[in-house]
């Protein structure tokens, strides 16, 4: 027979109440799941128009950091590019993207979204031309949650060197075609080298003698590059300045300067705020022959007080120091920041980072550097006395010779004060204007194809 068990009453009420509260959990639990698995919501729009390409970026709460399901097609006549997004809820974020769009934007006519089905939002891309779109998502990174990219670029891009040579001023061209036929000169030798009071007297012309260090009369195209960009703000300063502006601003003044050079002219690899991969920095300057590629940043470290001016060079064989190592691997990770679509498969890319033929190229950047960075001794402190060396992405052009100036730090208050200060903008662009003066002294360039490099 079962022996009964006896369990004092106030137990007894104690193990029922316990049950319950157990069965209550499993009950409540679902439901709160349920409120917690919500359908993701787009937080924020951002586009980012540009002659080369515009950007739509949608920033969303999926839990986890996990992209959003969408499929995408074309439409011909009107262009149009559809996007389908679902499992999101249609908020009052997508309800005023056609507010997002400029009437100036080189390729969107307008973008539109709405609800297609149930659990389906529909965008809509009215296109000013035939586009190449690229629709891909990006994992959360910084400040940034997980966003959905939008890219459109154009289906015939214009040739950059031919853009560049169409000039009605008579330095396009037949300049450059000119000048890469011509032989190299030997250099006059100025007045202060002359017998003294011979300096205006008519000499007897003489054969032109061979110099050891040729001179070539063309056009010297020096690549200036804005670093960041776009989504990717670079560092900011205590103030609030975005080192994307401040750079761009100095770049701006160094072109005019440049151009106003004879002989010499800039191209930017991005002239207003938007982003351009690493990769897509070198292949701009590969693509118009550049003979020097300088890229312009505003540096940042974890103490307010660290300031001064910096250049480095690519290193084949490790940083020269520990912060020239942070420092390469902090802007190599500006593609992360920026968005790259890791699907497109870049060959270009991959011919110029492996390519071990760099070596001649790091010695001319030496010099480069060394010229740039006594100039801007001369305007601030250096926050070091010589050149340094790390792996940045973006001085791996194989047959450029390639610097990274760090102008200042936009961390230090006094400096980031500086930086926004116009004066002192066009006297760092000045600055670097006589270092590639002092380079190309003794440097000349010589002579090139007038066949552009495509690949």
Known sequence: MRKRSHVPPVERRRALLKAGGAALVLLVTPLARAAAGKSPSILSVRVWPAADYTRVTLEHDAPGGAPLKFTQFS?????????DIEGIEFNSVLDGLSNKVAPDDPYIKLLRAGRFKPGVVRLVMELKTEVQPQVFSLKPVGEYGSRLVLDVYPANPPDPLLSLLDKKDGDGLDAIAEAGRREPVAEEPSQAQQAPGRAQEARPAEPAKRNTKPVVDRLVTITLDPGHGGEDPGAVGKGGSHEKDVVLSIAKRLKAKIDAEPNMRAVLTRDSDFFVPLHMRVQKARRVQADLFVSIHADAWIKPDARGSSVFVLS???????????????ENEADLIGGVNIGVKDPFLA????????????NDSLKLGKAVLGELGGINALHKASVEQAGFAVLKAPDIPSILVETA?????????RLNDDAYQDRMAEAMLKGIRQYFAKNPPLAKSRLARLD
């Open 75 to 83: 439409v011909k006549n009107p262009e149009r590019l559809v996007v």
């Open 409 to 417: 730090f936009i961390s230090n208050p006094e400096e980031e004060k």
């Open 351 to 362: 011919r110029t980072l492996l390519d071990l033929s760099q070596t001649a190229t790091i």
């Open 316 to 330: 084949e064989r490790g940083a020269s120091s520990s912060q020239a190592r942070w420092l390469a691997q902090k």
